[in-house]
């Protein structure tokens, strides 16, 4: 009997031995480029015998001391009788981040006809469950019911944010993960512009390292104004002498606090408090601002910007437009489809993004902080 079982255990050994290699090679094996394909033609419905497909571009990053994780990058170049398609992907640790069909030249070729836009919507992630083995997808499912045609709705469900905007130009549907009161960027998204089409899926790309809120907004506002009593910036003239600024008025009445998230290590989310300073008048550079962010799990100061404009001076009855990038403002990142697609590398940047008529002062400014005599309360 003992002989039968010590040949029975030797037996499942070896077989387990047998099976883990198969296993290994299989998700190590994953190839994102025949996933892709798989994804425009079983989730997209794009009809792929109708084109000429060619790999236009293939980009793999493998991991590192800093980065942890592999990255890859697919482009295909399709071509049919009526249409030119670009499609591309971006996988993580060979998960699907987004992917990106635009059109070209002409409209898609799909295996079937295509319905209005809330139902395109239900079948695309009925698919994408499908696809994936997702069941979670279910809850976003049913949000849609909540929508009514040529209607836009924001409703908070659970601990989701969901959003469905349409115009004439675009249509975005998404879902943000919210907890105490906090957005974080782990979403999903579908927007369609014309005939192009920006799949996003960042659920699992983010960990939330903390949701604690210990630091209340005007505790967060008071240690701002702490900060930045030690706080000063050079601006740099070119061929002049710089300018060192140390002595700056704060407007108290003007200040505004917004509870966001942010990477403290990759990937890994926090609550912060992005607060603004307005100032009393145009400082040397043209800053009109001081932005100041603390983390709301501990009270720590992690940065602060100032804030300038470049071109003409706005007149006394306007206020120059800050916007940040799209992490800093995740409450408004569906407003506009294509930062759908791009919020995926805002994460990887944390300087503060200006508006387009402003000049980034990063190169003309260099920024001081002097550490209090008091310690700051958290």
């Not at 740099?236 to 990477?263: C, H, N, R, Y």
Request: with cysteine.
């Amino acid at each position: 009997m003992k002989k039968r079982f010590r040949k029975f255990v030797l037996f499942l050994i070896v077989a387990v031995m047998l099976m883990l290699p198969k296993a290994c090679a299989f998700s190590i094996g994953v190839d994102v480029k025949d996933k892709t394909l798989s994804f425009l033609r079983d989730v997209l419905e794009l009809d792929l015998s109708k084109y000429m497909i060619k790999l236009s571009d293939y980009f793999i990053e493998y991991p590192d001391e800093v980065t942890k994780n592999l990255r890859e990058d697919v482009t295909y170049s399709l071509e049919g009788a009526n249409s030119q398609i670009r499609a591309s992907c971006l996988f993580i640790n060979k998960s699907m981040i987004y992917c990106r069909m635009y059109a070209e030249q002409g409209a898609p070729t799909y295996v079937h006809a295509q319905g209005n836009i809330i139902n395109r919507v239900r079948n695309i992630l009925e698919r994408y469950r499908d696809w994936s083995g997702d069941s979670s997808l279910n809850e976003m499912l049913e949000m849609l019911t909540l929508v009514e045609p040529r209607k836009n709705v924001t409703v908070v469900v659970g601990t989701w944010r969901f959003t469905f905007k349409t115009t004439p130009e675009f249509t975005d549907v998404s879902w943000l993960y919210m907890l105490n009161g906090v957005t974080y960027p782990n979403c999903l998204g579908v927007s369609f512009v014309g005939n192009n089409v920006y799949f996003l899926d960042e659920r699992k790309l983010y960990t939330i390292g903390s949701a604690d809120v210990k630091t209340s907004k005007d505790d967060a506002i008071a240690i701002a104004l702490k900060y930045v009593e030690n706080y000063s910036f050079e601006i740099f003239m070119g061929d002049q002498p710089s300018i060192v600024v140390d002595d700056f008025g704060v407007v108290k009445e003007k200040i505004t606090a917004e509870l966001l998230s942010w990477p403290r290590e990759e990937y890994m989310l926090y609550p912060y408090w992005k607060v603004d300073l307005p100032l009393d008048k145009l400082y040397p550079g043209n800053i009109y601002e001081i932005c100041v962010n603390i983390w709301a799990d501990t009270g720590e100061v992690f940065r602060c910007v100032p804030l300038g404009f470049g071109g003409s001076l706005p007149t006394q009855d306007s206020q120059p437009e800050q916007t940040t990038n799209s992490q800093e403002n995740t409450l408004e990142w569906t407003l506009t489809p294509v930062v759908v697609f791009l919020i995926v590398f805002a994460i990887a940047t944390s300087a503060l993004i200006i508006h387009k008529w402003k000049k980034p002062l990063s190169h003309h400014l260099k920024q001081r902080h002097n550490p209090p005599s008091q310690p700051m309360s958290d």
